[in-house]
């Protein structure tokens, strides 16, 4: 999961509070959340605003920092690739299950992965918001 | 009197034209037409040169030449200077008040000196006012290579006919572009030849137009570009998971969707949106349909084929629950209305129990809340999801 998917996610469990709610609760910028949460490239280099970000959501920072690397557009480069290539990929959901199998299609919210050995027409649809790691 | 004012008239040359074809400074162009100054036996050449005339005819004979001067020295083509230091007069010939040419050489010109008309004594030339100009008075046509108003150029050669369309060949950009295409096209160069009928080497540029034309659209066809478009608008022709969900609600191929905190749903599907999937379960009290959120789901899986019944009932201990975060900072859900969870409810894993039916649909809904402002993301994902309003646009 990306940070940006992180911080979307962590809205909803609060109750869906807003980008103005959280900057009037942290200091921040409303627009610096929006953005944090709305960009597909690498964001949240402000460590001191992720600490506050993670005081709010009342979640270790390194929940927030280890996410930076994950970001959206990485993701989508590598199964671009992989679904040219068709080399076997391996996705790690954040449940901690592990599916490999190839890259059939891929859009802006999911991913359809055929597992090894499965039906090519019944894929496995993963939200890719749930992906933790990828190799 | 040279007859450069008359030849650059007829060129249709300004003197500035001139100036710049002959490189002869505009104030001097305009000496050698008033006559001024006699005109410099190179600038003759390079007048004549730029006229397209010989130099003769831009300075006749006997003004080239220097006449002999008479006992009186009347006949001399430039008149000495008067005494008190006053310019000449104009030693030459003044042009027909009629607009005529002037005479051509070997013509007898008037005596230079001799009695001027009167005041108020009739012009030589100018008859009454619509009578018939007497023929004597007619000044003489130039005679020779000026004749026909053509300045020496001779007969117009006879005329080449309609003039046939230039063929331009392709150009190298062009041939470059098609090699490009049938590298790309795995095509040898007798394959394309034999393609379209003609040499590469002989075909036209607007061959090589068309050419290229094609090979770009047997291209795209073979291997579409593999551009990632960010930022587009759910629902699009794009949104692959869209067009499989569409496929699928078509089919009523029955579903197992998994969602975020492990509870399993089995259903066909019903009907969906960018950010929710309806499913459509058989219960013994009939069919049923829940609405989940795309962000609570974490994968679906088709588990048979479409028309058959619905695998409504999920087999024993299909249903598991997974917690979504495990470890120390693992969220919990929170129902939306309700007060944010404490710290040590974020901090323990979510119950690792079999979901009932009340709680599904209850975690379903729980990600929803009343942010509609998050919609506003252009390229990020569906932010409404997890505000749980669907955009109005």
Sequence with gaps: MSLSDYIKFMRATKGGVTPWEIADATGLSSKDVHLLEVKHRRMGEDDAMLAKLAGYFEVPVETLTARRDNFRKRLTAFLSERQRTQEPVTLTLESGETFPGTVAWFGREALALVPAGGDPEAPLVIQRAVVAAWH | ?393
């Design chain 2, 1 to 393: 009197m040279n007859r450069l004012k008359l030849i650059r008239e007829r060129k249709s040359l300004t003197l500035a034209q001139l100036s710049a074809r002959t490189s002869i400074p505009l104030r001097l162009l305009s000496d050698y037409e008033s006559n001024i100054q006699e005109i410099s036996p190179a600038h003759v050449k390079a007048l004549s040169k730029a006229l397209w005339i010989k130099p003769e005819e831009l300075v006749p004979a006997e003004i080239a030449a220097p006449a002999p001067a008479g006992a009186d020295g009347a006949a001399s083509a430039v008149r000495p200077p008067l005494p008190g230091g006053s310019p000449a007069p104009n030693p030459l010939p003044e042009a027909p008040l009629n607009g005529g040419l002037p005479p051509a050489a070997g013509a007898p010109a008037p005596a230079i000196g001799g009695p001027a008309p009167g005041y108020g004594a009739p012009r030589p030339y100018a008859p009454a006012y619509g009578a018939p100009r007497p023929d004597g008075l007619r000044p003489p046509r130039p005679a020779g290579p000026l004749a026909g108003g053509d300045l020496g150029r001779g007969p117009r050669p006879p005329s080449r006919g309609r003039r046939e369309p230039v063929v331009m060949p392709a150009t190298d950009g062009q041939i470059t572009e098609i090699m490009r295409l049938a590298a790309r096209l795995n095509l040898s160069t007798e394959e394309l030849e034999s393609q379209f009928g003609r040499g590469i080497d002989n075909i036209t540029r607007f061959d090589a137009r068309e050419w290229i034309k094609k090979l770009r659209e047997d291209a795209l066809a073979k291997a579409p570009p593999a551009k990632v478009h960010f930022g587009q608008w759910p629902g699009l022709r794009d949104d692959r998971e869209a067009v499989y969900l569409a496929e699928q609600r078509e089919l009523r191929a029955p579903f197992r969707v998994v969602l975020f905190n492990g509870q399993v749903f089995h259903g066909r599907v019903a009907d969906f949106t960018p950010y929710t999937i309806t499913i459509e379960e058989d219960t013994p009290g009939g069919a049923e349909q829940i609405v989940l959120r795309k962000l609570a789901v974490a994968y679906y899986q088709r588990t048979g084929t479409g028309g058959g019944p619905a695998a409504a009932a999920p087999p024993a201990g299909e249903a598991k629950d997974i917690a979504p975060f495990a470890g120390p900072g693992a969220p919990a859900f929170v129902a939306p209305g309700a007060a944010p969870t404490d710290a040590s409810a974020v901090a323990e894993p979510a119950p690792a129990a079999k979901a009932p039916r009340a709680r599904a649909v209850k975690a379903k809904a729980a990600p929803a809340a009343s942010d509609s402002g998050a919609a506003s993301g252009s390229e990020g994902a569906p932010s409404a999801a997890a505000g749980g309003e669907e955009p109005t646009v």
